[in-house]
Structures are given as C-alpha cells and as structure tokens.
C-alpha cells in the first residue's frame, strides 16, 4: 500500500480547495434557488468567498432562497474555523484523544504550538467559538427584533449575522448590509468581529494564564496591544477625515470592520478618496494570525514597525516587552509582507489590463479580496470571467495566506552545514 506523505500545509491547502469545490456544487443543487439564477463561475465565486470568509459577492445573498443561504453560512463557519482543525476537534470528542500524526498535523499548522498543546487548543477553539456565536446570536436577535422583524425573520437574520460576523465573513442577508441597523446590533457585531478576529492563540493563552497561572505571551500582547492601537486610531483618522459627517460608533464600526470583517454601516463609495486609501492601508494589515480574517497580520505589522525602528536607532538587536526576537521571526515578516505586495501589484494589474474600472477602485477591491474583508466599491458585480476568476484566486490567496503557499512547497526544512564568511552590502 502507497504511503503519502503530505506536508500540513499542502493538506491545508487541499482542503479549502475541496470544500470550495463542494461549496460550489451545493450551491447548484436543484434545490437551492437565486432569484436572478446563478451561473457555475457565481456559484464558484460565491463559494470561495464564504469558505474564504471574505464577504464580497457577485450575486445578492438575499435572492438566495433558505438553502442557499444556509449552506452560505456552513461555509463560512467550517472556513472559519478551518477543516482540519474541525475534523480534529470532532475526532478529539468522539474518540477522546488524537493520534501522534494528526497532533502533529494541528501543531505544524499552528507554528507556534507544540504537540502536547495540540489537543487543549482544539477543545478551546471550538468551545470559544460556538459560545462566542451564541451569545452574539441571542443579543443580535433581540436587536432586529427591535428594528421591526417579526420574531421569526429576527431570529434567522441574528443566527446568519452572529455567524458572519464571529468569522470575519462580511456576509449579509440584507443588500445593504448594515445600514440603518441599531446600535445593539452594530455594537454586537463589532464585538464579535474583535473576538473572531484576535486569534485562537491568544484566546488559548487568555485562558491558560487565567486558569491554569500561565505568563502571558509576547504574542498576546503584541496582538492586544496592536489591535486596540489600530482600532483607535483608525477611528480617529475616520471620523477626522469625514469631518464629522460619520458619528462616533459608525467611525468605530468601520475602523474595525475594515480590517477584516466587510461589514458596513454607511456607503463605502461615498467616503472621501483618502477614507478609502486609509482603509487599504488597514485592509492590508488585516486580523492577527490563527483567527478567522485575513491580511499580512498583526503580529507581522508590529514587527516590521518595531525592527524597522531599532534600525533606524542602531540597534542590531529586536527588543519587544523584555524579549530578544528570533532573527527568523523578523525575516519571515518581511518576507510575508513584500509576498502580499507581490500578490497584490500582480492581481491590481491585472484587473486593470483586463478590466474597465479606475485604480483606486480596482486596488480598493484586490485588497478587500486577499486581504479576506469583503468591503467593496460596488465593481465586484460588473467583473467578467477574467475579473471573477482574479478576485476567486485573491480570496483564496488571501485565506490560506502567502506564509502557507512558501512553507507548503518546502517538503523540510533545510539547515546548511556549511558556513560562509560574512560581508555587507551597500543598500543605498
């Protein structure tokens, strides 16, 4: 009997590929109905969005009949979480244990866990997740059924949005997403964003120190500390720039939303030319590593800033919260940074060739599309074939992350026994 041997990322990459595939299938059963049809490249699109958790749609989620919307939402929440981390969690309560190889599969993917960690994560993340959903699905219900929905329709909308929302999917059953909600139901959603969009490393760690007297991790505060830091002052920089015309909370929800969820409150395309800059700069940053959004991370941000500081001061070590940072950390953030850019000025020029539409509004939608947000200035709907399959392969891009693409193609890692003499370069 042939013995494969797959590297955890290659079989996280043919995982999500197959549920988009399957997603897509669903999609056409006779079953499912759209109101305006649906073609097998929406059906595609529309699947790699939801598995990708991104949000941007070529067809209307609300001209989808229950099933489709359902599966909609099945998807978004086995992408969210990721399959192998649910296949594993489902194994882990039927069986009460994991083998050695699939301990190793969820600790490889994890990159900062170790093996005996493995199992605990597992229990935590799905525990956290659906508890998380709940408690936004009860606040969010009552909150529609305050905006006029019978109890019903409120109930189904608070199930649909608690899930999008937790996932950082962007996905609404309502054609204007959340405009004109109430404030119960922003503020909620706005939190399950941050929740879904911390990372379950950090929530794990959170937990760990809570009850079992762990330290904090650099990672965690990284993470905290850069998140609220980012939430505040695109806030800020929103509500100046708009000069007052959006309020406070609309200010905070799009600052949130913005860098990973695609959730919006007011009209994306009637914000000033350099709201929108300002919130591709975030788009690009995204969520933080192991939650359910998308971007270059926060951690990666934190440390490309932090190095990049201790440079320019003439350190040539990297200093963060008393901890010397491994020279490895800061090459893999650089390198996942100039990856994104590469992706993002390839899949720009593309669509620009190929497509009809100006530059802001055609970078505004490559970023939202691999950076996983879902925000859109309204060109997704007028792309053709070409445009649809560009913005596909951003997604899921975007979703399994350029970090994943490099170490997938590295069956080992490969440590040279051989030592060079060392000499400098002129950089400029």
């Given at each position: 009997?042939?013995?494969?041997?797959?590297?955890?990322?290659?079989?996280?990459?043919?995982?999500?590929?197959?549920?988009?595939?399957?997603?897509?299938?669903?999609?056409?059963?006779?079953?499912?109905?759209?109101?305006?049809?649906?073609?097998?490249?929406?059906?595609?699109?529309?699947?790699?969005?939801?598995?990708?958790?991104?949000?941007?749609?070529?067809?209307?989620?609300?001209?989808?009949?229950?099933?489709?919307?359902?599966?909609?939402?099945?998807?978004?929440?086995?992408?969210?979480?990721?399959?192998?981390?649910?296949?594993?969690?489902?194994?882990?309560?039927?069986?009460?244990?994991?083998?050695?190889?699939?301990?190793?599969?969820?600790?490889?993917?994890?990159?900062?866990?170790?093996?005996?960690?493995?199992?605990?994560?597992?229990?935590?993340?799905?525990?956290?997740?659906?508890?998380?959903?709940?408690?936004?699905?009860?606040?969010?219900?009552?909150?529609?059924?305050?905006?006029?929905?019978?109890?019903?329709?409120?109930?189904?909308?608070?199930?649909?949005?608690?899930?999008s929302a937790f996932c950082n999917a962007g996905f609404s059953t309502f054609d204007s997403s959340l405009i004109g909600s109430n404030s119960i139901v922003k503020v909620t959603t706005m939190f399950l964003i941050v929740f879904g969009g911390l990372g379950f490393y950090v929530i794990y760690n959170i937990?760990?120190?809570?009850?079992?007297?762990?330290?904090?991790?650099?990672?965690?505060?990284?993470?905290?500390?850069?998140?609220?830091?980012?939430?505040?002052?695109?806030?800020?920089?929103?509500?100046?720039?708009?000069?007052?015309?959006?309020?406070?909370?609309?200010?905070?929800?799009?600052?949130?939303?913005?860098?990973?969820?695609?959730?919006?409150?007011?009209?994306?395309?009637?914000?000033?030319?350099?709201?929108?800059?300002?919130?591709?700069?975030?788009?690009?940053?995204?969520?933080?590593?192991?939650?359910?959004?998308?971007?270059?991370?926060?951690?990666?941000?934190?440390?490309?800033?932090?190095?990049?500081?201790?440079?320019?001061?003439?350190?040539?070590?990297?200093?963060?919260?008393?901890?010397?940072?491994?020279?490895?950390?800061?090459?893999?953030?650089?390198?996942?940074?100039?990856?994104?850019?590469?992706?993002?000025?390839?899949?720009?020029?593309?669509?620009?060739?190929?497509?009809?539409?100006?530059?802001?509004?055609?970078?505004?939608?490559?970023?939202?599309?691999?950076?996983?947000?879902?925000?859109?200035?309204?060109?997704?709907?007028?792309?053709?074939?070409?445009?649809?399959?560009?913005?596909?392969?951003?997604?899921?891009?975007?979703?399994?992350?350029?970090?994943?693409?490099?170490?997938?193609?590295?069956?080992?890692?490969?440590?040279?026994?051989?030592?060079?003499?060392?000499?400098?370069?002129?950089?400029?």
């Amino acid at each position: 009997m042939f013995n494969f041997k797959i590297n955890p990322w290659m079989y996280l990459f043919i995982t999500f590929a197959l549920f988009i595939i399957v997603g897509t299938f669903l999609l056409k059963m006779p079953f499912v109905k759209h109101a305006d049809g649906l073609s097998y490249i929406d059906a595609l699109f529309t699947a790699t969005s939801a598995v990708c958790v991104t949000g941007l749609i070529v067809v209307d989620t609300s001209g989808f009949n229950f099933w489709g919307q359902f599966f909609i939402m099945l998807m978004m929440q086995v992408g969210a979480i990721g399959i192998m981390t649910l296949t594993s969690s489902l194994l882990l309560f039927l069986r009460g244990e994991l083998d050695f190889s699939r301990k190793f599969m969820v600790a490889k993917i994890s990159d900062s866990l170790n093996i005996q960690e493995a199992e605990k994560v597992l229990i935590i993340v799905v525990i956290y997740t659906f508890v998380m959903e709940f408690v936004g699905f009860l606040v969010l219900s009552y909150g529609f059924f305050l905006d006029g929905f019978v109890l019903k329709d409120a109930v189904y909308y608070g199930l649909f949005h608690a899930v999008s929302a937790f996932c950082n999917a962007g996905f609404s059953t309502f054609d204007s997403s959340l405009i004109g909600s109430n404030s119960i139901v922003k503020v909620t959603t706005m939190f399950l964003i941050v929740f879904g969009g911390l990372g379950f490393y950090v929530i794990y760690n959170i937990f760990m120190t809570l009850f079992s007297g762990e330290r904090i991790k650099v990672h965690t505060k990284i993470v905290i500390y850069t998140t609220f830091a980012l939430i505040i002052s695109g806030t800020v920089l929103i509500f100046s720039l708009e000069k007052g015309s959006l309020s406070i909370l609309d200010s905070f929800f799009q600052s949130i939303t913005t860098r990973t969820a695609g959730f919006n409150t007011v009209g994306i395309d009637e914000l000033h030319i350099v709201t929108k800059f300002l919130m591709i700069v975030f788009m690009i940053i995204g969520a933080s590593p192991g939650s359910t959004g998308g971007g270059i991370k926060t951690t990666a941000f934190y440390i490309a800033v932090v190095s990049m500081y201790s440079i320019l001061r003439g350190n040539k070590k990297v200093v963060i919260f008393n901890r010397n940072i491994a020279l490895i950390n800061i090459l893999k953030a650089y390198a996942l940074i100039s990856l994104y850019i590469f992706f993002l000025v390839t899949a720009t020029l593309l669509l620009l060739y190929f497509g009809d539409f100006n530059f802001m509004d055609t970078l505004f939608e490559v970023t939202s599309a691999l950076g996983t947000v879902g925000l859109s200035l309204g060109i997704t709907g007028e792309l053709g074939v070409f445009g649809k399959l560009i913005i596909t392969a951003c997604m899921f891009l975007g979703r399994i992350g350029p970090a994943t693409l490099i170490t997938m193609l590295l069956l080992k890692e490969k440590t040279s026994k051989v030592s060079y003499p060392e000499e400098k370069i002129i950089l400029g």
